[in-house]
């Protein structure tokens, strides 16, 4: 990082780090800055497994780890940092003598307390860069903000069943933050978890990886950041996309207006007026599921007063197949919609699987849209449950 005194490698580092030191992009130099870089990684999970063997095996020079969790057997099916003996004792204990016993020339600090609104920006500031690998919407917000406060990048990965996301958040150079996308924390009760939905085991090793690769990245200044474009894995469909994300004047953080200006723990709770049964007594956001499936959809629909539905795929998904009704607004173009979509009309969103029209559920509930849901599978399970007919990809 600039500005910070470069440690030269010892002979055995430059044997371990050798095929680095041969990559142009790296080379000793680039070597030389992982080894006096201090990273820090919130949550020791699915995406904190691989992202941490790459980045103590890559050679980063300090790794703190913010974690309060415990193996659990069920963690196994991708945390592979983990292993059967590890079943019962904290993630830490468990992480940091397995990323010893890797590379014991990477100086490993455990923060047991993880990450709260008291420690946050103490934290933050003693490192260069921060990876958010939680799978909790209360600690992910609160991770944007202190990484925004203290003037931190922010390397961030997500994941849903078989789709993730990946960018860099770096507003002390004026990209966007995680609240330019998502400004409000959604009730937490109305997104479903890994527990709930399920996850594909290695799309958090695809995840978690490039996590590790945009921090290397980031440190070595090689390549092409993601600062500004988020990457969009769906492994189910074998597809990768990048979309243009950019800051948002109206975002309650970085926005020209911001409303949020301290990381009080009040932030991170979420407020249950949100869901207030609105004074004209129509049906709030807990009255409408947040999925429904296509035979449900396909009962909506034929209603007298259909709801909308609004498909979010991109512009060469649509040109595959269509259900006839549908309105398209590729999702990345949704905010900038938001006036012409209705209020007062339930809205069934769909993409291909159900990932990305989920996103978009979720973000019009926290812009106020009540009466939003997510056609659970997406056009691929209408296809085949309701239209077989309907060309599939
Ligand atoms: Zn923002």
């Known amino acids: 990082m600039p500005g910070a005194p470069v440690q030269s490698l010892s002979d055995i580092e430059k044997i371990r780090y050798s095929r680095h030191l041969r990559l142009p992009q790296i080379g000793e130099a680039g070597q030389q800055r992982l080894k006096n870089a201090r990273v820090l990684l919130i949550g020791l999970g699915g995406l904190g497994s691989p992202a941490a063997l790459y980045l103590v095996s890559a050679g980063v020079g300090t790794l703190g780890i913010a974690e309060t969790d415990t193996v659990a057997r069920h963690n196994l099916q ?26 014991p020339h990477v100086s490993l600090v455990s923060h047991p307390d993880g990450l709260t609104s008291d420690n946050a920006l103490s934290l933050f500031s003693s490192y260069d860069v921060i990876l958010d690998g939680t799978d909790n919407f209360p600690t992910r917000y609160l991770a944007n903000d202190a990484a925004f406060f203290a003037r931190r990048p922010l390397v961030h990965g997500s994941i849903f ?24 924390m959604p009730n937490p009760a109305s997104v479903p978890t890994c527990e709930q939905a399920g996850v594909f085991g290695a799309l958090v090793g695809v995840i978690g990886s490039l996590m590790a690769m945009e921090t290397i990245k980031l440190i070595t200044n090689a390549g092409e950041s993601l600062r500004g474009r988020l990457l969009m894995h769906d492994l189910l469909a074998g597809r990768v996309r990048t979309v243009r994300i950019q ?42 599921p947040l999925e429904i499936t296509c035979e449900e959809a396909q009962e909506w629909l034929a209603r007298p007063v259909p709801p909308l539905l609004l498909d979010v795929r991109e512009i060469d998904e649509v040109a595959i197949c269509k259900i006839g009704q549908a309105r398209h607004i590729p999702m990345d173009a949704v905010p900038e919609h938001l ?16 990932g990305r029209s989920m996103r978009v559920t979720q973000f019009l509930r926290t812009k106020g849209f009540a009466k ?18 309907m060309a599939r990809y």
Not at 167 to 178: A, I, Q, R, S, V
Not at 339 to 354: A, E, N, S
Request: charged share 15%; aromatic share 6%.
């Open 372 to 389: 939003v849901t997510n056609l659970k599978g997406g056009i691929d399970r209408w296809a085949t449950a309701c239209d077989p007919s």
């Open 247 to 288: 800051r948002n004047p109206d975002c309650p953080l970085c926005g020209q207006t911001p409303h949020i200006t301290n990381i009080g723990a009040a932030n991170y709770v979420y407020d249950s007026c949100n869901t207030a049964i609105s004074e004209n007594g129509l049906p709030n956001m807990e009255n409408i």
């Open 78 to 103: 991708r945390q592979i940092l983990f292993r059967e003996d590890d079943i019962g004792i904290s993630k830490l204990t468990a992480g940091m003598a397995a990323l010893h016993a890797l590379n």
């Open 339 to 354: 006036k012409t979509l209705p209020t007062d009309t339930p809205i069934i969103v769909h993409c291909h699987h159900g």
């Open 161 to 184: 069943q078989f789709e993730g996301q990946t960018t860099l958040f770096d507003t002390p150079k004026g990209g966007p933050c995680y609240r330019c996308l998502f400004p409000e």
